[in-house]
């Protein structure tokens, strides 16, 4: 069993940074994918970013120049850097482990983390 805790949401002006952390238990954390969803009032949930066991990361588009995805293994965390945040970021922030990249398939999620951007 892997439990997840997010952290860092928060309300912040468009154009503001704001850098998610998740903490996770576990003994193999640096075995596992990582990944970050959100989910917007009304719209179902979307993949944002993941990270594989060895580093290579994935991106969902609309993030990509804007979103830095990265772990410390030793911390069993993952992070989730965001840059020129705008209001259409504005969702809850899921973080998800023991997955694969290609399906966006995860076994845990966390509780999320509420990420507001005003205009």
């Known amino acids: 069993q892997v439990q997840l805790v997010e952290s860092g949401g928060g309300l912040v002006q468009a154009g503001g940074s704001l850098r998610l952390s998740c903490a996770a238990s576990?003994?193999?954390?640096?075995?596992?994918?990582m990944g970050w969803f959100r989910q917007a009032p009304g719209k179902e949930r979307e993949f944002v970013a993941a990270?594989?066991?060895?580093?290579?990361?994935y991106y969902e588009d609309s993030v990509k120049a804007r979103f830095t995805i990265s772990r410390d293994n030793a911390k069993n965390t993952v992070y989730l850097q965001m840059n020129s945040l705008k209001p259409d970021d504005t969702a809850v922030y899921y973080c998800?482990?023991?997955?694969?990249?290609?399906?966006?398939?995860?076994?845990?999620w966390g509780q999320g983390t509420q990420v507001t951007v005003s205009s």
């Open positions: 998800a482990a023991d997955g694969n990249p290609q399906t966006r398939s995860y076994r845990y």
């Open positions: 576990g003994r193999t954390f640096s075995s596992y994918a």
């Open positions: 990270i594989g066991w060895s580093g290579r990361t």
